[in-house]
């Protein structure tokens, strides 16, 4: 009988920011209690799936130095998960290109896992619904639900429960990439840290609800003053230059500045595509950051490149 190898699968899976991040109490289990809003922006990463036989993880692109390529991968998580799932073996070759900032608080590695899902989904010719790979998702990471659905959404408990959020047209953004990456944990410790210091109880972002209609009306001045981001305390006093990058990103018109998530990268809210260029040729000339990108969203989450438009 002939046996057919299937194709490669490539997958493009974009970054995320979180527009609103307001931090609740740390719960038992470890983690804190978010209400976030997260919008998938078009910085993104592609990840190859292929017939293989053993499992291997090369990454390639910038700063793959940084990116595990064992069992400590996202990636990885994500195709033992499948495999246990599905009865396969989990013997693919997997290629990471970063697109995405490693450790800047972009959920790139968890984008990373999103997009394995996605591709040994094809790869294998599983029948698994939306609904069942955004459990199998919400196993491997709090981000990685996110990942894979992509758009605009609130994100509560861990940020794995999502709900879709109405948004209106795009918004455009500027991305300053820092020189160097922020864990986590790190970040999430400090704000505790920060939060059992302070006398008078610490600053806590309320209800999303004003960014909510700025989203639902796609105006972007509405927006800016409506960011927020409870981490970003916590990012600046481990990392204190950030103070710089968004003041340098402000200076440069920018609506708004906000550290993504836990950090490092800065995420600069400008009034459509142009206004964006003329942000980001000011920010780079500032020599605040590492390297500064243009994204705009939302954007669809974790999705199969079709063969055609692979160059
Ligand atoms: P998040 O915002 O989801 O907390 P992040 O965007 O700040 O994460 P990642 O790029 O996901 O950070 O990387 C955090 C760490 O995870 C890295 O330092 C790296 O060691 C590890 N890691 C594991 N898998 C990956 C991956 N596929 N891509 C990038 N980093 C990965």
């Known amino acids: 009988m002939l046996s057919v190898v299937p194709r490669p699968v490539r997958v493009r899976v974009p970054a995320k920011i979180n527009l609103h991040l307001g931090v609740g109490d740390l719960r038992d289990d470890g983690y804190h209690q978010l209400e976030t809003v997260f919008q998938a922006v078009s910085l993104s990463d592609e990840v190859t799936v292929a017939p293989a036989d053993r499992r291997s993880i090369t990454v390639i692109g910038d700063n793959a130095n940084a990116v595990p390529t064992d069992h400590t991968n996202l990636a990885w998580t994500a195709i033992d998960a499948l495999a246990a799932m599905t009865g396969h073996r989990g013997e693919v070759a997997v290629e990471i290109t970063k697109g995405i900032p490693v450790a800047g608080g972009m959920a790139g590695g968890s984008a990373d896992a999103a997009a394995v899902l996605v591709g040994l989904t094809r790869l294998w010719r599983s029948d698994i619904d939306r609904d069942d790979l955004s459990s199998v998702a919400a196993g491997i990471g709090s981000d990685v639900p996110f990942s894979l659905r992509g758009g605009t959404a609130l994100g509560t408990g861990r940020g794995e429960h999502l709900v879709g959020v109405l948004s209106r047209g795009s918004f455009h953004w500027v991305i300053a990439v820092a020189g160097g990456g922020l864990s986590t944990p790190e970040v999430y410790r400090e704000l505790d840290h920060l939060r059992a210091g302070s006398a008078t109880g610490e600053h806590r972002a309320g209800p ?83 390297s500064v990108r243009i994204a705009s969203g939302p954007v669809p989450g974790a999705r199969v490149v079709p063969d055609e438009t692979i160059g």
Do not use: K, W, Y
Request: charged share 20%; proline share 6%; net charge negative.
């Open 208 to 290: 999303p609800d004003e960014l909510l209609q700025a989203l639902a009306a796609g105006d972007a001045r509405r927006l800016a003053p409506a960011l927020c981001n409870d981490l970003q305390p916590a990012a600046l006093s481990l990392m204190p230059t950030l103070r710089r990058t968004l003041r340098a990103g402000t200076e440069a018109g920018a609506l708004a500045g906000i550290v993504s998530g836990s950090g490092p990268t800065c995420a600069f809210l400008c009034d459509d595509a142009d206004h964006a260029v003329d942000v980001a040729a000011e920010l780079a000339g500032a020599g605040v950051c590492r």
